[in-house]
């Protein structure tokens, strides 16, 4: 291709060819001005109607908007330029043309409700504001891979299709594989667990997760993007520790590296790195708080699941980034470990942000025994998970970790309002296309 100069870098006096979209064109009789647009910004491109040919006059003013165009000229000093520089085109050349009409204005001027935005992603991701939020998704992930690097962890990729989901069947796709029944795996769980056993030791994970939840809340997704970690010989104090540590990692490289994107989202003075010792308080002092705070309709039980208006109170009372540990076993998953001391206590923790929670996480139940006895407690056929449990009867350390959800971590960074706005193409109960 030709050599192309990014609007950011040119610089008065240059001769230069720059390629993008047409933001806009604002014809003022004898001078018109075109505002071209690329990855790096925009510039203005003049024409002076009466000292300049008429076909790049011509070309130049008649394309319509969101168009790529490519032109070449001299860059001059231009104070009222909103970069300060302007082009003076010599060429130019229409290289893929726009419909006039367009679904969605990229320019933003027109708003447009999240559906439509959705459909047309290719243009919504044109607003800066959009763009914005995916490129400090890109930060966060940068960010969160150097942070498990620095825990010594080594990044694995496990299936998705596979033959049984990870807590049986609830909330499972299924998919027929070769004429057998497969599904989309919900979680990398027992996966990454196994690696525990390998050489590796220390693993994570960023990738898909699909859950066939038939709700529709602002903050499920049937398919996600699950942040996981899985360490051999720690407990789950350590991997609540971990996970301070490369939630912090997140914001930190965010705050250090998305400066501008920030600032385009309005965030920049509200934006701050959380301390990174998140408190730590257990599912009774929550249940405790949360009945006190009055905002349940029924007083919660030792037990009971936290409701989502009372984790909303909690957050609220609590302020910051928090734990919940030491839950009810009873309704944790079977490859969790209770406390060594009291079966009816789990060594699961939830790590929440004030607004809903992020992670889920705990120490891992190694014992073969006391692990193939959980899948019958919890219902399933332990036959089933052989490929599994037979790699605890060859050597397995004690484990612990925890799955991070993506979306929900730049959701709550970002403060947006929807969890489909932190993923390019999400998948929903009536979205399943583009
Ligand atoms: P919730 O109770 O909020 O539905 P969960 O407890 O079912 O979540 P886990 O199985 O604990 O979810 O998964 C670990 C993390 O993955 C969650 O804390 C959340 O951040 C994320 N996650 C789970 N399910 C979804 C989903 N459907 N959409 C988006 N993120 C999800
Ligand atoms: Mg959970």
Redesign the pocket.
């Known amino acids: 291709m030709q050599e192309r100069t990014l609007t950011a870098e040119v610089a008065p006096s240059d001769e230069v060819t720059i390629a993008g979209w047409v933001h806009e064109i604002r014809d003022l009789g004898g001078i018109a001005f075109l505002i071209l647009r690329d990855r790096s910004g925009k510039i203005q491109v003049k024409f002076e109607k009466d000292e300049m040919d008429d076909e790049i006059v011509q070309t130049g003013l008649d394309v319509p908007r969101e168009s790529v165009i490519s032109i070449t000229g001299v860059a001059d000093e231009e104070p009222r330029a909103p970069t300060d520089v302007e082009i003076v085109p010599t060429a130019i050349e229409v290289v893929s043309s726009a419909d006039t009409e367009l679904p969605l204005d990229p320019s933003g001027k027109v708003s447009a409700d999240l559906s439509t935005r959705l459909d047309n992603r290719t243009l919504d991701l044109r607003k800066n504001e959009v763009k914005a939020v995916f490129q400090i998704r890109s930060e966060i992930l940068r960010a969160t891979r150097n942070a498990f690097r620095e825990l010594d962890c080594t990044e694995i990729n496990t299936p998705k299709i596979v033959a049984t989901g990870?807590?049986g069947g609830t909330?499972l796709f299924p998919i027929t594989y070769f004429g057998e029944e497969a599904f989309m795996n919900?979680?990398p769980q027992l996966f990454k667990q196994l690696m525990i056993g390998s050489g590796l030791e220390r693993v994570f994970e960023i990738g898909p997760?699909f859950?066939a939840?038939e709700h529709n809340?602002p903050?499920?997704?049937?398919?996600?993007?699950?942040i996981d970690f899985e360490s051999a010989f720690i407990d789950h104090t350590e991997a609540m520790d971990a996970c301070e540590y490369v939630v912090t990692a997140a914001y930190e490289g965010v705050a250090q590296n998305c400066i501008a994107e920030l600032e385009t989202l309005g965030l920049s003075d509200e934006f701050s790195v959380p301390d990174e010792t998140f408190p730590r308080i257990t599912y009774q002092e929550a249940i405790e708080r949360i009945n006190a705070t009055g905002e349940v309709d029924e007083q919660l039980l030792w037990g009971d699941?936290l409701p989502?208006d009372g984790e909303r109170a909690l957050g609220a009372d609590v302020g910051s980034h928090y734990f919940i540990t030491d839950w009810p076993s009873a309704i944790k998953?079977f490859y969790i470990k209770d406390h060594d001391d009291d079966e009816t206590l789990s060594t699961g923790f939830?790590?929440m942000h004030p607004q809903?929670?992020?992670?889920?996480?705990g120490q891992r139940e190694h014992r073969y025994e006391h692990l193939v006895d959980g899948f019958e407690q919890q219902g399933l056929d332990p036959e089933q998970f052989e490929y599994y449990t037979k790699m605890f009867r060859y050597g397995m350390p004690p484990h612990a970790g925890?799955?991070?959800?993506?979306?929900?971590?730049v959701m709550t960074m970002l403060g947006l309002e929807n969890?489909r706005e932190a993923v390019i193409f999400p998948r929903d109960r009536q979205r399943l296309s583009p």
């Open positions: 990870t807590e909330e919900q979680s997760i859950r939840e809340t903050r499920h997704l049937n398919e996600a993007t699950s699941d989502t998953p939830d790590m809903m929670e992020l992670v889920s996480g925890w799955g991070l959800g993506g979306e929900r971590l969890i």
